[in-house]
């Protein structure tokens, strides 16, 4: 079986668990405020802050932006469901705005169309790596004084064209850039999450919220000649990472130059063999972004049935994944009578999101995969598409 993914983990990460391990300190400590630094040098962000999962860092993220209760954020439907359960945890209404077809990602122009009298945030999502049209975003959000909040969490490594300079995502854009390290990401931690800002006042709410709202951290009470008494000044909430897991992502931060370069020349093999199959759109990058290909998403011609395309994939021993779902098509919100999508819906304001949630295949693509499989995977693809059309 070829996977759709593989975390590329080696020996380096196994003796970096042993570090805190060793060490007796295994939660929130030295390994921590070392990833922190090393992440935020990477991507060229004055503050980075580590803390348990990505879900948890757009959470913090909206909550610093002063999102709250009966509030709008404009984001899309077309996103992993953690995008919009974000919005739900601060007591918020997402506003699901259509894609632009050819990146995933969000209209700018459709944003400034949503943008009402309660919209305290917009939360762009970098789409599977693809970096989401920020220039035009921070034209839209800056006219209407509205936060900009960045759903980065596949996006380590991607790059962005400002002006003339190529930056990092997670060099502060908008106001927060939010990362994670789920295993399906480009690098991981098993689990965490990272924020990045360039505003000193939100890096210091993430790190009292990320422990319970404790006005001292537990390495400052450890390391001090004299007896200090915390308090809890907030609520907080327990959303930290442990030192066992920055550990390994300071080892998965030396190995992301050469992970990029492979998923790159992956993605290249990918266009150039998949290009030749009618009924196969393989994906391409704006001329203003350069993808990390955390995933690698094709487009399925309309009279290719997604499901029987995948079972005949799988058929073949190659592990595929459906396109990017739709929060507003999931049971957990058709029933919620706000739903803003509900209407747009019915609308078609969404078609291009729901278009890509059945037309979407996603294909393996992992650092470690050789050469062989992926010429496995083409032509598995090719065979696929053949059989489907000779018997319909």
Known sequence: MIPIAKPLLGD????????????????????????ERE????????????VS???????????????????????????????????RHC???????????STFNMR???????????????????????PGDLEALLVVARRHGVPLVEDAACAIGSEIQIGERWE???????????????????????????????????????RLWRQHGMSVPDSVRHDSPTVIFETYPVLGYNYRMNDIQAAVGREQLKRLPEILRRRRALADRYREGLGSIDGIDPPSEPHRARSNWQSYCVRLAPDLDQWIFMQ?????????????TC??????????????????????????????????????????????????????????????????
């Open 108 to 130: 700018a122009d459709l944003v400034e169309r949503a943008i009402g009298p309660r919209t305290r945030a917009i939360l762009c999502v970098h789409q599977i790596g693809m």
């Open 168 to 206: 990092r995502i997670g060099k502060p854009h908008g106001d927060i850039a939010c990362f994670s390290f789920h295993p399906r990401k480009v690098i991981t931690t098993g689990e965490g999450g990272m924020l990045t800002t360039a505003n000193a006042e939100f890096d210091r709410r993430f």
């Open 327 to 392: 929060a507003h098509l999931e049971p957990a919100y058709r029933i919620e009578p706000w739903l803003p999508g509900a209407a747009a819906c019915a609308s078609g304001q969404l078609a291009e999101s729901e278009r890509a949630h059945v037309q979407g295949v996603l294909f393996p693509l992992f650092a470690q995969m050789t050469s062989d499989e992926q010429e496995r995977v083409i032509e598995g693809c090719r065979v696929v598409v053949r059989e489907m059309r000779t018997k319909r």
């Open 53 to 87: 999962n990505g879900t948890t860092a757009l959470h913090l993220a909206l909550l610093a932006v002063g999102v709250g209760p009966g509030d709008e954020v404009v984001t899309v439907s077309h996103s992993f469901i953690a995008t919009a359960n974000a919005v």
């Open 312 to 324: 005949g994939m799988l058929d073949r021993g190659i592990a595929t994944r459906r396109g990017i």
């Open 12 to 35: 380096a990460e196994v003796a970096a668990a042993g570090r805190p391990v060793a060490s007796g300190w295994v939660t929130q400590g030295p390994e921590v405020a070392a990833f």
């Open 91 to 101: 007591g918020a209404i997402p506003v699901f705005v259509d894609i632009d077809p």
């Open 39 to 50: 992440f935020a040098a990477e991507v060229g962000a004055p503050h980075a802050c580590a």
